[in-house]
């Protein structure tokens, strides 16, 4: 078994007594099913209670308490679960509506809002917080006395955010040039707030979302009077806590996690938000904006589940945990489906969880004819020639088994071509289609895959049919020497005429946590990246080298593994468009790390990086370079400052005699391969 943590922290068990609630719309079979599922892992040790909920488009929100409250007390479906961290991405959105109504900036420094306290960098941002990119001690994962120990003494005491920032420490890092999770954070993102305002946290994010929306079964613990029944939080099975929510736990948790709501308002929650335009367009992209080695924007983060596994789900989601509740959010933006779980003790095992999200998944409402092209194969990155033969994947998601559907694919803007399938494909069953050849022009391209008429009648559902490609048709060399990028200046990755083999959440990305000069790094995260053996691409524009002598290829790179699992980088030259290639560097596991390992993700400091030379040893015109990384669900790989140009004679020449003796003396086995 992996021993990393998953982004999935905590676990859901229902037991006992049940109260289900459903709209007339709901899919009674779906409902019944949805039922089934929490009946089934009910019987886990040491629970007390559940609250779940999930939202269908068109069809309405199912919602399903079990278990009790306090002893003798069932749980209703109209009471109050604590949220946790999942409270973070409200306060994040009431930052970015102030951020539209012109009262701050998530860009403006501590500095313009807040006095100076120990330990806090006052040049921090605002963003930087919300991130979770500030380096600032977290307050409860980094001193767990407050929780555990604190907190108890008095539990009717209010702790003043000035109370709590002097149990923190010094800093984990330089803010922007890492990644930790931090509660501290959101409590300075919440003091500014404050200040910026002159209204408290909690009144902030009430009229500025849970009024607008109608979220009345949300309030703040320990800030707001209650407005409604709170379940019974549980600090362990034989320790309730009488006073939920209690004064002392909530107040310390302030802007980073003291909300309580039900699991329909949730729902109603990040139904509003993803599914309309309660934030503007740029507010949205802000939010959405993805570090690609922490996968966490403004209070919310992304991540897969591998259903089916050759075209993984990408939701949107949080996890929450008090002293005695764990809770999970998430959305999908294909389904639209939003679901809520929660339970009434704190667990930290993530089956239940898993569980019940693949039933979500799993039995929602098949139709009898229901399509699609789940994965583009080929066309990628960069192709030569005026025309590509696609070849994708196709799945049968319908009830009934496939015999035939029409393929239609196409170049974005172009005349789209089809292709009538015929065979026999079973329920959630996949199978490879080659594609006939269709013209293509020069430059970047987008190919457009989806089905329509399965089995000769109208598609299911529309929002599983389709797949897309990105990819670079060149002709001719398109860069010629010196061609340098340090990645600094980009507002798109990748740079102009590089290319990518995917558009999977883990390939190559732009990372502005780590550079080993200036401010960003091409970067592959390996460390949450669970598809072992995963190949992610970067290529180059393609390069003439026929009129060169001593061509040479220069970058920085940094790279630590995660204890006992070894990524590798290879750097790879075609000089026939891909169709072979050959080693220019090839390295992995220790022989390619730059930094002591470490169980916790990597980032640089600025004497962990090394430089590297390479002959290119190649005088064609069409040369195509690319980095390729091989995921061992290792740790993360950066690099930079990259450059190719030419050098005198004897350089060259002490170049390759150089690589020479480094591969003879390290010919041997290595773990990584």
Request: glycine share 6%.
């Amino acid at each position: 078994m992996n021993p990393k943590p998953y982004t999935l922290l905590f676990a859901l068990i229902f037991i006992s007594n049940s109260n289900v609630l459903q709209a007339q719309t709901f899919d009674s079979t779906y409902a019944a099913q949805l039922q089934a599922t929490l009946v089934s892992i009910a019987n886990g040790p040491n629970m007390k209670g559940i609250s779940a909920a999930v939202h269908v488009p068109g069809q309405g929100t199912w919602t399903s308490v079990r278990g009790i409250s306090s002893t003798g007390v069932p749980l209703t479906t109209d009471m109050r679960f604590g949220i946790g961290s999942n409270t973070k991405l409200f306060t994040a959105v009431a930052l970015l509506k102030l951020q539209e109504q012109g009262v701050l900036s998530l860009d403006d420094p501590l500095s313009t809002w807040l006095p100076n306290y120990d330990y806090v960098d006052p040049d921090v941002t605002i963003r930087q917080l919300l991130t979770h990119q500030s380096g600032i001690f977290d307050f409860l994962n980094d001193n767990f006395s407050i929780w555990n120990d604190s907190i108890w003494d008095d539990q009717n005491r209010f702790w003043t955010p000035e109370e709590i920032l002097a149990t923190i420490g010094p800093s984990e890092f330089e803010a922007g040039r890492g990644y930790d999770y931090s509660n501290t954070g959101y409590l300075l993102a919440g003091m500014a707030m404050e200040a910026a305002t002159g209204k408290s946290w909690a009144l902030n994010v009430r009229e500025l979302i849970l009024d607008p929306l109608g979220l009345d079964e949300i309030f703040a613990g320990a800030f707001e009077t209650p407005n409604g029944p709170v379940a019974t939080e549980w600090r362990s099975s034989l320790l309730p806590i009488l006073n939920t929510p209690m004064i002392a736990e909530y107040s310390t948790a302030h802007a980073a996690g003291a909300l309580l709501s039900t699991s329909s308002d949730m729902v109603k929650w990040y139904n509003a938000l993803f599914n309309g335009n309660f934030l503007t367009a740029a507010s949205m992209r802000e939010m959405l904006e993805f570090e690609p080695t922490t996968l966490y924007g403004l209070g919310v983060t992304t991540q897969y589940y591998n259903l089916p596994p050759e075209a993984p789900v990408q939701v949107l989601s949080h996890s929450g945990g008090m002293v005695g509740f764990s809770s999970l959010t998430f959305f999908d933006p294909k389904t639209k489906i939003s679901a809520f779980f929660v339970s009434n003790i704190r667990t930290a095992n993530a089956t239940p969880f898993n569980t019940f999200i693949i039933s979500v998944y799993n039995n929602f409402p098949k139709q009898n004819a229901d399509a699609g092209i789940v994965n583009v194969l080929q066309p990628w990155a960069t192709v030569c020639g005026e025309s590509v033969a696609p070849v994708v994947t196709l799945r049968n998601f319908g009830k009934d088994t496939l015999y035939n559907a029409i393929i239609n694919y196409g170049v974005a803007g172009g005349t789209m071509s089809t292709v009538n399938w015929t065979g026999f494909l079973r329920p959630a069953f996949s199978t490879t289609v080659y594609l006939s050849p269709i013209a293509v022009p020069s430059g970047q391209n987008e190919l457009i895959c989806f089905t329509t008429l399965p089995n000769g009648v109208a598609e299911g559902y529309n929002f599983n049919d389709t797949a897309t490609s990105r990819f670079l048709v060149t002709d001719i060399a398109t860069s010629a020497f010196p061609l340098s990028e340090n990645f600094d200046a980009l507002t798109t990755f990748p740079p102009e005429g590089w290319s990518l083999n995917s558009n999977n959440l883990f390939a190559w990305g732009h990372s502005k946590l780590a550079s080993a000069s200036g401010l960003h790094a091409a970067v592959k995260n390996n460390y949450y990246d669970y598809e072992s053996g995963a190949i992610q691409d970067l290529e180059l524009p393609t390069l003439d080298c026929s009129n060169l002598m001593n061509a040479t290829l220069t970058f920085n790179y940094a790279y630590t593994s995660y204890p006992g699992y070894n990524d590798s980088l290879r750097i790879q030259l075609s000089e026939d468009c891909g169709a072979t290639w050959q080693n220019l560097f090839y390295s992995g596991g220790i022989d390619l790390s730059t930094a002591p390992a470490t169980t916790r993700s990597f980032f640089p400091l600025p004497d962990q990086w090394k430089s590297k030379k390479l002959a290119l040893n190649s005088t064609g015109s069409e040369v195509l370079l690319r980095f390729r990384s091989i995921n061992r669900n290792g740790n993360n790989l950066f690099w930079t400052i990259f450059k190719c140009w030419t050098m005198a004679p004897w350089q060259w020449w002490n170049l390759r005699f150089q690589e020479i003796s480094v591969f003879l003396q390290t010919r041997r086995s290595r773990a990584f391969r």
